[in-house]
């Protein structure tokens, strides 16, 4: 995975609304960090700069692996992402939206047959891999979405609420696999969600955001049993 920086990272919306003052974050390589906080704190801002949706104010700077990508577009970033509501391609097979982005790179036919199969595997997805997704259940969507996501290899992986789409039982079954397949692949991971569960099970640190601000910083253990 990629080490990703954020260099006091501020945001402040054409509207005049600070979404964000500036913020400081590295995320380790390999790292699954989880953003938590009440709606309207500036996650999903965050998200976006790293992302390349959006841009810090100026003096902010986005980093992978030492490397200034503030200026870089979406398409060069080379960031995977999953969204709660899953942007696949309905018409398409399983095997299809995984490849997808592989075949928008050029990979050469057979690299990304034995792509596409490693991940299938992975998602624990390999009987679904000609099936139409628009025939499969949310959670499976969900994990075609994150196979998809991890398939390029690019190495950072952002998840914005992916489960808040999901009935309860299902949600609690893939917190753990979610967290399974980003460490498997060795991918660094930006996780945004507002349920305390979700960032226990799956964060190796937590951040807590407040009014555009992170207001903590630590384990999962640090924050939530501190005294
Ligand atoms: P979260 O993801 O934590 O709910 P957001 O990052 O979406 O928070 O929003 C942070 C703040 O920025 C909120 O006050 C929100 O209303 C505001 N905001 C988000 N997007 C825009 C925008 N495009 N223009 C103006 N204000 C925005
Ligand atoms: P192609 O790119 O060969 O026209 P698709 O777009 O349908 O095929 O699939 C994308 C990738 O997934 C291709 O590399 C293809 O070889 C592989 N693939 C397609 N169907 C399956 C399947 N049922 N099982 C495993 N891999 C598949």
Known sequence: GKQLTLEACGKTYPDGTRALTPVD?????????????????????LLRM????????PGGRVMLD?????TLPIEKRGVGMVFQSYALFP???????????????????AKRKARVDEMLAT?????????????????????????????????MILLDEPLTALDAGLR???RAEIAAMIHAQGATALYVT??????????????????????QVGTPREVYYAP
Request: hydrophobic fraction near 40%; charge should be positive; glycine fraction near 16%.
């Open 172 to 174: 609690e079954g893939l």
């Open 194 to 215: 507002h349920d305390q569960a979700e960032a226990l099970t799956l964060g190796d640190r937590l951040v807590v955001m407040d009014k555009g601000r992170i207001a």
């Open 50 to 57: 790293v992302a390349g949706l959006d841009r810090p104010d």
């Open 25 to 45: 974050l590295t995320v380790a390589a390999g790292e699954i960090v989880v953003l938590l906080g009440p709606s309207g704190c500036g996650k999903t801002t």
């Open 123 to 155: 998602a624990r997805l390999e009987e679904f891999a000609g099936r139409r997704v628009d025939q499969l259940s949310g959670g499976q969507r969900q994990r075609v979405a994150l196979a998809r996501a991890l398939a390029p290899g690019s190495g």
């Open 91 to 109: 018409h398409m097979s399983v095997a299809g939206n995984i490849g997808y982005g592989l075949r928008v790179q050029g990979w050469p036919k």
């Open 66 to 70: 030492g490397r200034d990508v503030t």
